[in-house]
């Protein structure tokens, strides 16, 4: 059974950085997808984030060039770095885990991240 511990998050002002932090315990698959997903109340949850199985990253448009997504495979840690906050940044995030078979199976329990001026 996998275990799923979010931590990180918080508030910080524009311009600013902050980092979300996720360990899988329990992963036995060799394959493992990881991503990082953000929702505002009212508004679906969309997809910042992600690695494949071999590594490579993908961003949303929205966060290219100011979030870098990173991972310790030796730790089972996933990473968020979040730079040059902006106020629509604000939303509950999530880190999900998954076999790479089209769909996250482990989600953690989710962070706060506001962006205030």
């Known amino acids: 059974q996998v275990q799923v511990v979010q931590s990180g998050g918080g508030s910080a002002q524009a311009g600013g950085s902050l980092r979300l932090s996720c360990v899988f315990s329990g992963w036995t698959s060799a394959s493992k997808c990881m991503g990082w997903f953000r929702q505002v109340p009212g508004k679906e949850r969309e997809g910042v984030a992600s690695?494949?199985?071999?590594?490579?990253?993908s961003y949303a448009d929205s966060v290219k060039g100011r979030f870098t997504i990173s991972q310790v495979d030796a730790e089972n840690t996933l990473y968020l770095q979040m730079n040059s906050l902006k106020h629509e940044d604000t939303a509950v995030y999530y880190c999900?885990?998954?076999?790479?078979?089209?769909?996250?199976?482990?989600w953690g329990q989710g962070t706060q991240v506001t962006v205030f001026s």
């Open positions: 690695l494949d199985s071999n590594g490579r990253p």
């Open positions: 999900a885990a998954g076999s790479c078979m089209g769909f996250y199976d482990y």
